[in-house]
């Protein structure tokens, strides 16, 4: 059974950074994507980012891009998602997503494992 487990969400100032951790156990993790999804309060689990751990190709959301980096250390089975340049409207749950499966769909129903997510909030 795999495990995700995300830390490093908080509050910040609009302009600022933060940098989320999500570290993965279980069956073979290391061999399929993460992702990173989010959900603000009234919408829909939005995909984010994401990360193949073998060859370490990324996967950016328009609204994100150029703001956000996914990267991974395979030696602490962990993936983090730094953030910077933060705007209000990038508020929300942070998860961590995973499936065994190596494609990177941008559907949070194509996802078997998730964390249980960490709050950022951004002010303005």
């Known amino acids: 059974q795999a495990q995700l487990v995300e830390s490093g969400g908080g509050l910040v100032q609009a302009g600022g950074s933060l940098r989320l951790s999500c570290a993965a156990s279980?069956?073979?993790?290391?061999?399929?994507?993460m992702v990173w999804f989010r959900q603000a309060p009234g919408t829909e689990r939005e995909f984010a980012a994401g990360i193949k751990w073998t060859t370490g190709t990324t996967y950016y959301a328009d609204s994100v891009r150029g703001r956000f980096t996914i990267s991974r250390d395979n030696a602490k089975n962990t993936v983090y998602l730094q953030m910077n340049n933060l705007k209000p409207e990038d508020t929300a749950v942070y998860y961590c997503?995973?499936?065994?499966?190596?494609?990177?769909?941008?559907?949070?129903?194509?996802?078997?494992?998730w964390g249980q997510g960490t709050q950022v909030t951004v002010s303005s």
């Open positions: 997503a995973a499936r065994y499966d190596s494609s990177v769909p941008r559907e949070p129903r194509e996802y078997d494992y």
């Open positions: 279980g069956r073979l993790l290391r061999a399929y994507p």
